[in-house]
Structure formats: structure tokens, C-alpha cells
């Protein structure tokens, strides 16, 4: 497999985001970084599931680190359950939920400044994609109501012009 091939693969596994903190190619404009997740010093290789997309910034971050160690490792992107060692907030701080989690989110920053701001931007973006089909529903229902209206003051005023017929007719045969 050449480098592109593998890049497109890499790419496409990790839905075009960094695989430790979740920044999207389109949301720096420019593709991402491939990460030796066992970096190729500490025995490593270029094996699919030793891969991560990653941004600059995490890829600089975590560097050639590497641990055996059970509670001080980071997190494989993939390969481990990173929602059962981290959890996002509503205000888009990720609390870890283990001390493993613990150690992964300060090892790579992950609650840094930009990465915050990031994932409150999507959180306003979510609830404003949620909102819309809501919004949308209560249009149509205040247009189909203005209808309606329109409609009753059609009749209405049908009904007064026959009144006024009618009076102007009564008014006709009394002269």
C-alpha cells in the first residue's frame, strides 16, 4: 500500500478528525497528521491499528511517548473505550471518569483553551440542527392558522356584503 493509499485509509477511518481530540480537517482546513500511536522507536509500526489521524497540535503533544504501564498509557483512539474513561460536558470540558482518563486528557491537553471554545461551537451548532425541525413544525402550524384566518375573514366579509345586500335591497323597495 503506498503512502496515499494508506493516508486516504487512515483518513477515512477516523472520519477525518484527530483521533485524541476530535478536530476536523475542515474545521482547521488542511488535512491532519498520521501518528505512530507505539511510536516506532519504542518497537512501533506502520501497521492500520498502530495509526492515528491526528491533528499537529496532539501529534506534537504526545510526541514519542509510550508506557507499559497500565494506568499511565494513553488511550488508543480506536482500539480502547474512550467514552468509559471520559465524559464531555455540556460545557464541552471532558471529566475524566478513571484515573486512566484522567491521565490521557492531561497528557494531551485535551481541555485547552481552542479545544474548548471548539466543542461549545458544536454544542450551539447541535442544538441549533435539533431546534430547527421544532422551529420549522411551528411555521407551518402559525401559516396554516393564518390560512385559516384568512379563510373565516374571506366568509365574514362574504356574509357582510350579503347584509348589506339585503339592506340595500330593503332600502330599494321602501322608496
Not at 42 to 70: H, I, M, P, Q
Amino acid at each position: 500500500m503506498t503512502y496515499r493509499q494508506r493516508l486516504e485509509v487512515i483518513r477515512v477511518r477516523y472520519h477525518y478528525q484527530c483521533g485524541y481530540c476530535g478536530v476536523a480537517e475542515h474545521e482547521i482546513g488542511s488535512f491532519l497528521e498520521i501518528d505512530h500511536f507505539r511510536p516506532k522507536i519504542a518497537g512501533g509500526t506502520d501497521d492500520l491499528d498502530n495509526l492515528v489521524y491526528c491533528c499537529s497540535t496532539c501529534n506534537r503533544t504526545k510526541n514519542v511517548f509510550w508506557s507499559e504501564n497500565e494506568l499511565n498509557r494513553l488511550l488508543h483512539p480506536i482500539l480502547d473505550n474512550v467514552s468509559a474513561h471520559i465524559y464531555e460536558q455540556e460545557d464541552g470540558f471532558l471529566s475524566p471518569l478513571t484515573p486512566l482518563g484522567a491521565f490521557h486528557v492531561e497528557r494531551l491537553r485535551l481541555n485547552r483553551p481552542a479545544l474548548l471554545i471548539l466543542r461549545q461551537k458544536r454544542l450551539q451548532e447541535q442544538r441549533m440542527r435539533e431546534a430547527v425541525p421544532q422551529i420549522q413544525s411551528e411555521v407551518n402550524s402559525l401559516l396554516q392558522q393564518i390560512l385559516e384566518e384568512e379563510r373565516l375573514s374571506i366568509e365574514l366579509k362574504e356574509k357582510i356584503m350579503r347584509l348589506l345586500e339585503r339592506m340595500l335591497k330593503m332600502l330599494r323597495e321602501q322608496e
